[in-house]
């Protein structure tokens, strides 16, 4: 036992450090100057700089791409899980004529390429007019992510025993009021992975949000290709933007570290 | 589980139908529409019929060819990476920490991939492999190892494995963990008292837990890594050549790059069709899986 947990231990160390090589390759290259990086590989930076951190915050064309990015990341998020709640709940606790296709459907789209709407979503946010708007990204991100807030929330919702929705209907408490102030609160972690799952997918989705976007409303992972420039790479100014794009994630896994092992399994382990 | 019937629960699935159905069955209309039309520009259609699908799916055409071209490449891919993420997120699962402040760290770090944006990750790797600035690559030429991701196309399918194990394996393995950390204590102490070896452990009790959560894991993998588009598209642009150009790189430079409508639009229900057949497949095997124990039903 004890030398099988000695090489558990050395897979886990080898496998993180494979995790974070990169990650700190970005991180130095962040602090250091384009003429340092121009001029060989140097393992940490030789004069520190933060010259490229203080362009993207005292840049409003840079510091905006963030502002957008989150805008419509926390609106998806909100309406993803406001419509995905009822919806949940019906799946776990009723059977309806068309149950089982209409939950196969919902699936059926998480799983569809963004490419394949990428120039239909074009055209429908262009004719209702929302092109170039947070709306549009966010509209256009529950293709996927409520589908999915609906699978996840339906697997922790399964886990409430039913006999709690009948004693609260004895007890006289209508339906929108048993659900908000008993059920959601028994089910207050699957709320906040099923959020966190929103989150992760509008954050990092790249596609759709480039092809729905303009001026106004530019995600800051469209900024990050302007770094090309006639004089070549700003490879620092991209580093920087890079690490700053890691934080909010990271952040928002801090929050919910104890619950990420049963999050990722969707409720059902 | 039997559930009681009763269709106004209907009421409550409206909001996600309809605004699913928004964006997803108003959208594929249009494609259908473009997929059995030409244009000579000017925002002039006439009707095609099957034309479209008749040249894609016949190899010998440019059309067809490309497309088939770009499929297999991109099934390579998928099967690729899943042979490598599936054995080494389960060998990860089991090396994970069992108590104390550093389970919380792993889980932390382990998850930090999964949270970047994909073009930051795409980023992250062509900064991390390039020849001239990246510790990678720098690192490989000077041991004497040729790389050079953007000229040799098998530097470039190796450097995008290794992102894409780099990137996700640790969704397997947190999955994995999830459905070891349901393991009975007593079913170790059993096995302990029987004498049984590790290998068996893992066999009798630890893989029949997982392959729930592994048979997710698969479905996630395989859908993502066949819809995979902007890593590539970062990193190599779909190069050199065509040898990265998967299917979502070629659908994106059919119909946004050349706007072909047409061709982009068979060319994308033909690929919806595909996705759809195995995640039919998959729910399938999944509901049926969770009819054998009903106690933790899958699929409502």
């Keep these: 036992m004890n030398q099988s947990s000695r090489t ?12 974070m090589l990169p990650i700190y390759w970005l991180v130095n290259m962040s602090l250091k100057t384009n003429f340092e990086i121009n001029s060989g590989v140097t393992l940490w930076p030789n004069d520190i700089t933060f010259e490229h951190y203080i362009k993207i915050f005292t840049d409003s064309s840079w510091y905006s791409g963030y502002i957008n990015s989150l805008t419509y990341v926390v609106l998806n998020t909100i309406i993803s899980i406001s419509l995905a709640l009822p919806a949940a709940y019906a799946f776990s606790r009723y059977s309806f004529i ?24 074009f055209n429908l946010y262009s004719a209702i007019g929302l092109f170039d708007t947070p709306w549009a990204v966010a509209l256009a991100h529950c293709l996927f992510n409520v589908p999915l807030a609906v699978w996840i929330l339906e697997g922790f919702m399964s886990g409430v025993p ?21 059920f959601m609160p028994l089910i207050a972690s699957g709320i906040g992975v ?54 909010p994630g990271a952040l928002v896994i801090w929050f919910v570290r104890n619950y990420i092992a049963k999050g990722f399994a969707l409720g059902r382990v | 589980m039997d559930k ?37 520009g000017n925002n002039q259609f006439f009707w095609n019929g099957l034309g479209w699908f008749q040249e894609l799916l016949d190899p010998s055409t440019e059309l067809g060819g490309r497309f088939f071209d770009a499929l297999w490449r991109n099934l390579m891919f998928s099967a690729i990476i899943l042979a490598i993420e599936v054995p080494l997120g389960i060998l990860v699962a089991l090396s994970m920490p069992r108590e104390g402040w550093k389970v919380a760290a792993t889980l932390v770090v382990m ?28 690192g490989l030429n000077a041991l004497g190892i040729p790389y050079n991701f953007t000229g040799d196309p098998l530097a470039a399918w190796i450097t995008i494995v290794v992102m894409d194990v780099w990137h996700w394996t640790s969704l397997v393995a947190l999955l994995c963990y999830a459905g070891l950390k349901s393991i009975p204590d007593a079913y170790y102490q059993a096995a302990r008292i029987d004498g049984a070896s590790r290998w068996a452990i893992f066999t009798t009790i630890q893989l029949p837990k997982m392959n729930r ?60 069709l595909i996705v759809l057949a195995v995640c039919w497949v998959f729910y399938t095997v999944m509901t049926h899986a969770g009819s054998e124990r009903p106690q933790r039903e899958i699929a409502g």
């Design chain 1, 194 to 247: 099923a959020a966190f799952f929103c989150f992760m997918f509008s954050w990092v989705e790249l596609l759709l949000a480039r092809t729905l976007t303009a001026t106004n409303a530019k995600p800051i992972a469209v900024t990050m290709t302007r770094t090309v420039s006639a004089a070549g790479m700003d490879w620092g100014l991209l580093a920087a933007a890079g690490v700053l794009t890691i934080i």
């Design chain 2, 4 to 40: 009681p019937l009763n269709n106004r629960a209907w009421w409550l699935v409206a909001p996600v139908f309809l605004i699913v159905a928004f964006s997803a069955i108003v959208p594929i209309m249009t494609v259908v529409n473009y997929s059995v039309q030409d244009t000579f």
């Design chain 2, 111 to 138: 998850a930090l991939p999964l949270l970047i944006p994909w073009n930051v990750v795409g980023t992250i790797w062509q900064v991390f492999a390039r020849a001239d600035i990246g510790l990678a690559g720098w």
């Design chain 2, 213 to 272: 959560v592994l048979l997710i894991a698969v479905l996630l993998r395989f859908m993502d890594s066949f819809m995979i588009y902007t890593e590539p598209f970062v990193l190599t642009g779909g190069g050199p050549g065509n040898a990265t150009t998967f299917l979502s790189i070629d659908l994106v430079k059919l119909a946004l790059g050349q706007f072909d409508l047409g061709k982009a639009a068979a060319m994308s229900l033909v690929y919806n």
């Design chain 1, 8 to 19: 558990g231990t050395l897979v886990m160390v080898v496998y993180l450090i494979f995790l």
């Design chain 1, 162 to 182: 039913r006999e709690i929705d009948e004693t609260a209907a004895i007890d006289g408490y209508s339906f929108p009021r048993f659900f908000v102030k008993i």
């Design chain 1, 98 to 121: 068309g149950e089982k296709h209409l939950f196969f459907w919902l699936l059926s789209n998480r799983m569809a390429p963004p490419a394949v709407f990428a120039l239909p979503f």
